[in-house]
């Protein structure tokens, strides 16, 4: 998931559609934005246009839609359905009237405590139509300003009240605010286009780069930014509130291990070279007797080229990446999972045929694409296939809004690092290990690692909870 903001810009949907397209890699299912325009003299009434639907961003927003989407303030989502089929319903920004209050919010992340929150929001007479966060957000932040709360305080007041990782943008009639959770669970930062008074907002730095905007900040663990003006032709003013005191920062690795593309800066690290630099340490870990060093594209496209420098093998594309393919982890079914490891990537027969290839990817979940892409090389001539990946094995679902959905779906779960060897049809397989992959990193302690070894930095109160929070059955890794 990702989110995107425009605060005091003429054009703000259109700089918003190409800020969801720059980070259209974090979800492909559905994609919205909500425009508002201020009032330009008294009397006149505020504007707001809305459109949210299911595909790929230009697909979503052709130009006639764009050219509707007025107003100098916008915020934009892109979604990937973590389950089952992707809806309409569920598509974000998420936008609530009541009493002459309308909110536009959006979020990114998950939350642990979602249901008890809605079942003690339906007993005060809220009603629900999505299964998403975001409309929950909304209906905290509407009860708070009911009892009196103005909308900054009512977000902090709604952000008190859920257990989890958000990374939070929402958008009232003067006011954009952006949240992060106390431990930053999610990225997002700030940044201004040059010589203007425009304010962008981005999970990724890449969508800063598009828009011409220069980063100024991320927004720390547990702040507020509000973003306002006096009128619409006021400059915008930006407020820091620190809602929650921050224990310390428990930022997603698997966002430099997979989602973030890589010339953003995610969480300080450059994702690029923090890739290589897995790639080397792989290469110290466990160093191989090849031919060559091939990627996966395109997540595995650095850790390769870093494995490639530090073993000293030559670095070849021989796997032919369909780029009109989505990414293959976030289908939400295994069907379509399956489907697009056949259509993905073709070998290069000729150059493949009789060679020793090392494969690097990112992470093995399933299982499912990697025993087919090494059937693919078998194929093609390979005479051995050795497999290195840039995280340790995955063994616990994420609670926090990636994609693992259970532990039955795991396959390190079932399986040894032998077993998953044999179960792919490989010649030797490698895991980069947590040790290397703090060592890497220039403040491992900031890291979340649970989705390898359990220790979850915000965990469920109970079984109860945990199943209410992602559908799945946490099983505590033993001492």
Same mark, same amino acid.
């Given at each position: 998931m990702s989110l995107i903001g425009i605060y005091n810009h003429p054009k703000a949907a259109k700089m918003a559609y190409f800020g969801l397209y720059a980070?259209?890699?974090?979800?492909?299912?559905?994609?919205?934005?909500?425009?508002?325009?201020? %009032?330009?003299?008294?009397?006149?009434?505020?504007?707001?246009?809305?459109?949210? @639907?299911?595909?790929?961003?230009?697909?979503? +927003?052709?130009?006639?839609?764009?050219?509707? !989407? /007025?107003?100098?303030?916008?915020? @934009?989502?892109?979604?990937?359905?973590? #389950?089952?089929?992707?809806?309409?319903? $569920?598509?974000?920004? &998420?936008?609530?009237?009541?009493?002459?209050?309308?909110?536009?919010?959006?979020?990114?992340?998950?939350? !642990?405590?979602?249901?008890?929150?809605?079942? /003690?929001?339906?007993k005060l007479g809220a009603i629900f139509h999505t299964a998403t966060d975001s409309e929950l957000f909304a209906h905290l932040i509407i009860d708070a300003m009911e009892k009196g709360d103005k909308l900054p305080e009512a977000v902090a007041a709604a952000c008190k009240e859920v257990r989890g990782a958000f990374s939070l943008l929402v958008l009232g009639n003067d006011q954009m605010i952006a949240v992060r959770d106390p431990l930053g669970i999610k990225p997002l930062s700030i940044a201004r286009v040059e010589k203007t008074d425009t304010w962008v907002l981005a999970s990724e730095t890449c969508a800063f780069d598009l828009l011409e905007a220069q980063k100024v900040r991320s927004v720390r663990p547990g702040e507020m930014v509000v973003i306002e003006a006096d009128g619409a032709l006021a400059s915008p003013t930006l407020t820091s509130i620190q809602w929650a005191d921050s224990p310390g920062c428990k930022h997603c690795v698997f966002e430099l291990v997979y989602f973030a593309r890589p010339d953003s800066v995610v969480f300080g690290e450059e994702v690029y070279s923090c890739r290589k630099r897995m790639g080397i340490q792989a290469a110290r870990e466990a160093p191989c007797e090849a031919d060559c060093v091939m990627p996966l594209p395109d997540s595995g496209v650095y850790f390769a080229l870093g494995y490639a420098q530090g073993a000293g093998l030559p670095y070849e594309?021989?796997?032919?990446?369909? *780029?009109?393919?989505?990414?293959?982890?976030?289908? %939400?079914?295994?069907?379509?999972?399956?489907?697009?490891?056949?259509?993905?990537?073709?070998?290069?027969?000729? +150059?493949? /045929?009789?060679?020793?290839?090392?494969?690097?990817?990112?992470?093995?979940?399933?299982?499912?694409?990697?025993? @087919?892409?090494?059937? *693919? !090389?078998?194929?093609? @001539?390979?005479?051995?296939?050795?497999?290195?990946?840039? #995280?340790?094995?995955?063994? &616990?679902?994420?609670?926090?809004?990636? $994609?693992?959905? #259970?532990?039955?779906?795991?396959?390190?779960? *079932?399986?040894?690092?032998?077993?998953?060897?044999?179960?792919?049809? !490989?010649? #030797?397989?490698? *895991?980069?290990?947590?040790?290397?992959?703090?060592?890497?990193?220039?403040?491992?302690? $900031? +890291?979340?690692?649970?989705? &390898?070894?359990?220790?979850?930095?915000?965990?469920?109160?109970?079984?109860?909870? =945990?199943? =209410?929070? /992602?559908?799945?059955?946490?099983?505590?890794?033993?001492?």
């Open positions: 980070q259209q890699h974090r979800g492909q299912q559905s994609a919205g934005i909500v425009s508002r325009r201020p %009032p330009k003299r008294e009397g006149e009434v505020l504007q707001i246009c809305e459109h949210l @639907g299911l595909g790929l961003v230009p697909d979503v +927003f052709p130009e006639e839609i764009l050219n509707r !989407l /007025r107003g100098s303030r916008a915020i @934009g989502h892109v979604l990937y359905s973590r #389950s089952g089929s992707p809806s309409l319903r $569920d598509a974000e920004p &998420f936008r609530i009237q009541h009493r002459g209050i309308d909110l536009s919010v959006a979020h990114n992340g998950a939350l !642990l405590n979602a249901k008890s929150l809605r079942l /003690r929001m339906e594309h021989a796997m032919i990446r369909n *780029h009109y393919v989505g990414r293959t982890f976030i289908q %939400p079914t295994q069907e379509m999972r399956s489907f697009d490891v056949r259509i993905k990537l073709n070998p290069v027969s000729g +150059f493949i /045929r009789g060679r020793r290839v090392v494969i690097a990817d990112d992470s093995i979940v399933r299982g499912t694409t990697v025993r @087919g892409r090494t059937s *693919h !090389l078998r194929e093609a @001539g390979a005479r051995e296939v050795h497999f290195r990946v840039s #995280s340790p094995p995955v063994k &616990f679902p994420c609670l926090y809004g990636v $994609d693992f959905p #259970s532990r039955e779906e795991l396959i390190a779960v *079932h399986k040894t690092n032998e077993e998953i060897r044999e179960y792919i049809g !490989l010649d #030797s397989l490698h *895991h980069l290990t947590l040790e290397g992959l703090k060592a890497i990193l220039e403040k491992p302690e $900031d +890291f979340c690692y649970a989705c &390898f070894d359990g220790n979850y930095p915000v965990p469920p109160n109970d079984e109860e909870e =945990a199943a =209410a929070a /992602r559908g799945l059955r946490i099983e505590q890794p033993e001492d």
